[in-house]
């Protein structure tokens, strides 16, 4: 069974950064697809970033280019989200998942599983 363990999130004030990392317990890591997810109260579930398994590919939603980096630590077994500039609409649950493809996606039902989440609060 592969387990996702997120941690970084908190509280920071608009304008800030946070740096979010998922832990996977998942064997040959590097062959995997790694994404990024959020979830704000009352919303569906948003594509945030995904990274392929050798991190030489990424894929970003429009409102996250420039702001938000994927990044990916194979020999740590670890997929980082570097936040910056946050805003206030940043605000939600973020989950990391992994899919047995190579390849990321920024479809939630191509991802085969998922975290707990680690929350993000922006403040103004």
């Known amino acids: 069974q592969v387990q996702l363990v997120e941690s970084g999130g908190g509280l920071v004030q608009a304008g800030g950064s946070l740096r979010l990392s998922c832990a996977a317990s998942r064997r040959t890591f590097s062959s995997y697809g790694m994404g990024w997810f959020r979830q704000a109260p009352g919303k569906e579930r948003e594509f945030v970033a995904a990274?392929?398994?050798?991190?030489?590919?990424?894929y970003y939603a429009d409102s996250m280019k420039g702001r938000f980096t994927i990044s990916r630590d194979n020999a740590k077994n670890t997929v980082y989200l570097q936040m910056n500039s946050l805003r206030l609409e940043d605000t939600a649950v973020y989950y990391c998942?992994?899919?047995?493809?190579?390849?990321?996606?920024?479809?939630?039902?191509?991802?085969?599983?998922w975290g707990q989440g680690t929350q993000v609060t922006v403040s103004s």
């Open positions: 998942a992994t899919r047995s493809s190579t390849w990321g996606s920024s479809s939630p039902s191509r991802y085969d599983y």
């Open positions: 990274i392929s398994g050798s991190g030489d590919t990424t």
